[in-house]
């Protein structure tokens, strides 16, 4: 699989220090074809503080749209769901599956206090109130700590462009493989920006036992009228899913 591809505070100081970089972007989602009847949610906007300013993790990247709308267009199947978000940022694709009904847990480094409070402002903005309606936690990729132990039951784990820098790359799937193993049937869904033609995850996926396979994207946005390519903004962006490959196939690989 080839990949073309911060300090401490309370929650208080990102509101006071900054407020006045702060604006607000709004992602609709909505249902143009077909219709949803009374048991589909039709129209979803969601809200995000975005701090231009701030650090990336302040910024909704083209890839979170992406994972956003593919998630959306398949909103029936996510009730009840136990979603959890890595590196979640701005949130925006766990926020959206919050309120779609699955139960989700958004999380960010577990050392960056100003990203997590970051986040618990983008659910307050939507109307979801972290502890309640969804949980925050801080983790650290690639180290077993107790936050990842305290994790509930997952069925789907999910990141919009986590594969930022290769120095990351086998802590994540390190955490991803961990989490796989715990949650058999569980998978991984996300999405990437294209930065780099040498940046691969193959020899990885192989050390830990993965599988990745590509999902088509070609579809995705049609349903809301949404024209991806508006959010991608001249990037490319992929589309993944990866899984655990069971034991009783791994002869059969080899073979």
Request: hydrophobic share 45%; glycine share 8%.
């Amino acid at each position: 699989m080839r990949f073309h591809m911060n300090g401490s505070s309370d929650d208080s100081d990102i509101v006071a220090a900054t407020a006045t970089a702060e604006h607000i972007r709004k992602f609709v989602f909505s249902c143009n074809v077909g219709g949803g009847g009374d048991t589909t949610l039709d129209r979803l906007e969601i809200r995000i503080p975005e701090i231009l300013q701030g650090a990336y993790s302040f910024y909704t990247w083209p890839s979170a749209p992406v994972l956003a709308y593919f998630l959306w267009e398949r909103r029936q199947t996510l009730a009840c769901k136990r979603i959890l978000e890595l590196g979640a940022g701005t949130a925006l694709p766990g926020i959206l599956a919050a309120k779609c009904g699955a139960q989700v847990v958004l999380s960010d480094n577990c050392i960056l206090p100003k990203s997590l409070a970051h986040i618990r402002k983008s659910c307050l903005a939507n109307q979801l109130q972290p502890g309640v309606d969804i949980d925050v936690v801080g983790l650290s990729w690639g180290l077993l700590l107790n936050s990842v132990f305290r994790l509930p039951a997952l069925d789907i784990i999910i990141a919009a462009d986590c594969f930022y820098d290769p120095s990351v790359f086998e802590d994540i799937i390190v955490t991803v493989a961990f989490l796989l193993e715990r949650n058999r049937g569980a998978k991984f869904i996300f999405t990437y920006q294209e930065r780099s033609a040498d940046w691969s995850i193959e020899a990885l996926l192989k050390k830990w036992k993965l599988h990745a396979s590509s999902i088509n994207m070609d579809d995705i946005g049609k349903q809301s009228g949404v024209d991806l390519l508006e959010y991608m903004g001249g990037h490319t962006i992929h589309l993944l899913e990866i899984t655990l490959i069971e034991p009783q196939h791994v002869g059969d690989l080899v073979e």
